[in-house]
């Protein structure tokens, strides 16, 4: 259950009478439609209450009807979530915060909880910290301790400290800052992110609010552990290399700062981790930097970045369109982004993408397109890309091919407010300007800048990623980064009362035309993703549209990035150069099966050797579409035969 569900429940167990579901929505900070979404899934996770359910009434909202007794019960278990989250996070803390082993009656005593109950939860903590590479060690008469490299167990106690802030915020307030008291000194927490504030004042570029924040946890972090007496290891020569740069200069500045205001001695070594987190910083997007043009400023800070960022609009042109070649915009944008990018990757500070499944999901084809391209340069730059990494850089070729659908014409101003990278903020502004032909996007401000842009910009209304001070006193839509279409349809509604244009039912035209009945495959028995795709690949290859070795490409390229795009379904596909004509063949599972942590029955094995840019672009909207047909994947699931599978399509 998802925060949002359990603050929907709690209202409806604290209203006495019908709630709104306008007065939802604006406590939520979603939309009305939003809602209405999590009312349905509510509806089914209700069930295990017999004598409760939520009522509608038209025109006037919904209640949660039922006894008494019922209603005391779900609160009690909704409680009990809460709590069991809670709990896991203080058992986290408590562990990452010494290291020196803890018996789990020590822990039962300080945490109030029975032995059963941390054992119970030491799973999902052994599962939290592996992909920091650390390891829930216990040691026979001694206890448990977390072990692993210094830099891990840094990042692990960051993505800690980092959930349980806001970065909605440009700076850390009071209560989050007493939120984050028993891990990291509030004062010096504070102390630190003034200091990166003035920091960022002399940086090449400015940083965005979410990297100040998160630049200021990692360096406090770095302070605890110094003092705790656990510090950074660092080669002689990644040091002396670092030293070259501007960035280790401020660093040490910053480091003297603290030392002097802490009393604490900072080693060499930990004045080149800041400068690491300085150098791998996600940076804000500034047009002014643009005026001179991009190669003359570039070539001085990062000559590698300008570099790919060309390689990569070259690719991009070649697959998806040939305008992108000439566009500025985008190759400043993914300069600046690869510049932060290599420097994280090289010194082994990878971050998260919250948005990655759905960037996946909605742009399949350019995902597919830079992944392909990113993967052939890893040899070259010496570095894996993750995924996440690749879905920052399609934001940024998603808003070059959105401003190529924008037309311009007198607007009213709108200014977009984003605590995020300059990849996503150049998306919201350009997915805007196209969905609202009518309106002049004016700039974009971090919550640090609001008020100076507002007074220069003089903005008709605010369009945010986070929520803005209710003092603003200028109309204000608060949005994902995404822009989803149900936050369009919101802007539309309040501020510009635009008729919302009805969808057209999706065609299929591309994907049946790829498909024959002797390439569907129905009720198979496999267990595994590997399974299915040797299977699929290898009844491509007796149908003579692929060469053997098709079926190895596509699981290694599945092994890359899972190709699961929702609702039980997964695109698996090979090199194009092991296909000898374009096919695809189907698979429906007897049963659901694991897929990279998804649940999948329906394979759709692509062979795409298709030359025509628009048609492969095409092909791929139409199975995200396909994907998201729930209608047809229903008739899909229960076609009796081939035949009438391929009849449904």
């Not at 990452?96 to 109950?117: G, H, I």
């Not at 977009?416 to 996503?424: A, E, F, L, P, R």
């Not at 790829?514 to 496999?526: A, N, T, Y």
């Not at 095409?618 to 035949?643: C, G, Y």
Request: hydrophobic residues 40%; charged residues 30%; aromatic residues 6%.
């Amino acid at each position: 259950m998802i925060a949002r569900h359990k603050r929907i429940i709690k209202a409806l167990l604290d209203a006495n009478d019908y709630v709104s579901v306008t007065s939802l929505a604006y406590d939520l900070h979603c939309s009305e439609k939003t809602v209405r979404n999590d009312l349905k899934v509510l509806d089914q996770w209700l069930k295990q209450y017999p004598t409760l359910k939520i009522e509608r009434k038209p025109s006037v909202g919904v209640r949660l009807k039922g006894d008494d007794e019922a209603k005391e019960k779900l609160l009690r278990d909704l409680l009990h979530i809460s709590d069991e989250e809670e709990r896991q996070l203080q058992l986290l803390k408590r562990l990452l915060m010494t290291d020196k082993p803890v018996t789990m009656q020590q822990l039962a005593d300080e945490l109030y909880m029975s032995k059963s109950t941390i054992h119970q939860d030491l799973e999902h903590i052994d599962r939290w910290l592996r992909p920091f590479h650390l390891q829930l060690v216990r040691k026979p008469n001694l206890g448990l301790r977390v072990e692993g490299e210094e830099k891990n167990w840094r990042m692990a106690l960051a993505k800690l400290v980092e959930g349980l802030v806001d970065h909605a915020h440009y700076m850390l307030n009071e209560q989050q800052l007493n939120m984050v008291a028993d891990v990291l000194q509030p004062y010096e927490l504070a102390f630190i992110e003034k200091e990166v504030q003035e920091t960022e004042a002399v940086l090449p570029f400015p940083l965005t609010d979410e990297a100040k924040i998160s630049l200021a946890i990692h360096i406090a972090i770095a302070v605890k552990r110094i003092k705790q007496g656990c510090r950074i290891q660092m080669n002689a020569t990644q040091l002396h290399e670092l030293k070259k740069k501007k960035e280790y200069e401020l660093a040490k500045q910053l480091a003297h700062k603290i030392e002097v205001w802490l009393a604490i001695k900072i080693p060499d070594a930990e004045v080149g981790y800041m400068a690491l987190h300085l150098l791998g910083a996600r940076i804000r997007y500034d047009r002014v930097h643009i005026k001179d043009g991009v190669e003359p400023f570039f070539r001085e800070i990062d000559e590698e970045a300008l570099r790919l960022a060309r390689l990569l609009i070259e690719y991009m042109s070649n697959h998806i369109d040939d305008r992108l070649l000439n566009d500025q915009e985008l190759l400043f944008g993914l300069t600046i982004h690869l510049h932060s990018t290599l420097n994280r990757l090289r010194n082994g500070l990878a971050i998260t993408n919250p948005m990655l499944w759905e960037i996946k999901r909605m742009y399949r084809y350019a995902f597919e397109v830079v992944l392909s391209f990113m993967k052939q340069m890893e040899k070259d730059i010496q570095l894996t890309i993750p995924e996440d990494e690749v879905a920052y850089i399609v934001l940024h070729i998603q808003a070059a091919l959105e401003r190529m659908h924008h037309r311009k014409h007198e607007r009213k101003k709108v200014l977009i407010v984003c605590t995020t990278g300059s990849g996503t903020s150049r998306f919201v502004e350009a997915k805007f300007a196209a969905a609202f032909p009518e309106v002049d996007v004016v700039g974009i401000a971090s919550i640090s800048q609001l008020y100076k842009a507002m007074e220069e910009k003089k903005p008709d209304l605010l369009v945010s990623t986070v929520p803005l001070p209710s003092h603003t006193n200028v109309p204000t839509v608060i949005v994902s980064p995404l822009l989803r279409e149900h936050e369009l349809e919101m802007v539309k509604d309040q501020l510009f009362h635009l008729r919302v244009k009805q969808k057209e039912k999706p065609s299929y035209r591309t994907i049946k035309a790829l498909v024959d009945e002797q390439l569907i495959f129905l009720d198979l028995p496999f267990k595994t993703r590997e399974h299915v795709i040797t299977y699929l690949g290898g009844q491509l290859y007796e149908q003579g549209y692929v060469d053997q070795l098709y079926k190895q490409s596509a699981n290694e390229r599945e092994s890359i990035s899972s190709t699961y795009i929702g609702n039980e379904m997964a695109i698996p596909h090979g090199e194009v150069r092991l296909i000898h004509q374009s096919a695809i063949a189907i698979g429906r599972l007897q049963t659901p099966i694991d897929w990279g942590g998804e649940r999948v029955r329906l394979v759709f094995m692509m062979a795409n050797g298709i030359q025509d840019k628009e048609r492969v672009k095409q092909l791929f909207q139409e199975l995200v579409a396909l994907s998201e047909d729930e209608e047809l994947l229903k008739q899909l699931k229960q076609a009796k035969t081939t035949s009438e599978f391929y009849q449904c399509l």
